[in-house]
Nanobody, 127 residues
Framework: QVHLVESGGGLVQAGDSLRLSCAAS????????MAWFRQTPGKEREFIAA????????YYTDSLKGRFTISRDNAKNTVYLQMNSLKPEDTAVYYC????????????????????WGQGTQVTVSS
């Protein structure tokens, strides 16, 4: 089992940068692929990015590629999301998630492919 805790959210201005962290418990972190999602009220959860177990492969939703970067440090059991040039429309609750196996390889953008989720961290971008 993996317990995930996000941090780093807050209130920023448009154009600012922010780095989110997701700390995982347990000794099996490196066996999980990790991802970031976000959700705003009344909207479906949106896939942002995913990273493979070793960190060698990253995947992004097209609309955010170039502004957001996912990375991980397996020695620290932590995955990160660097967000640059933030816009008001980036305002959301951001969640990290852990997944593994065939389901993740087949459909890494779907929430159902991830077995463990953090509680979320709020990011608010003011104009």
């Amino acid at each position: 089992q993996v317990h995930l805790v996000e941090s780093g959210g807050g209130l920023v201005q448009a154009g600012d940068s922010l780095r989110l962290s997701c700390a995982a418990s347990g000794r099996t972190f490196s066996t999980y692929a990790m991802a970031w999602f976000r959700q705003t009220p009344g909207k479906e959860r949106e896939f942002i990015a995913a990273i493979s177990q070793g960190g060698g492969r990253q995947y992004y939703t097209d609309s955010l590629k170039g502004r957001f970067t996912i990375s991980r440090d397996n020695a620290k059991n932590t995955v990160y999301l660097q967000m640059n040039s933030l816009k008001p429309e980036d305002t959301a609750v951001y969640y990290c998630a852990a997944g593994q196996g065939v389901s993740w390889e087949i459909n890494r953008v779907a929430g159902i492919s991830y077995a463990y989720w953090g509680q979320g961290t709020q990011v608010t971008v003011s104009s």
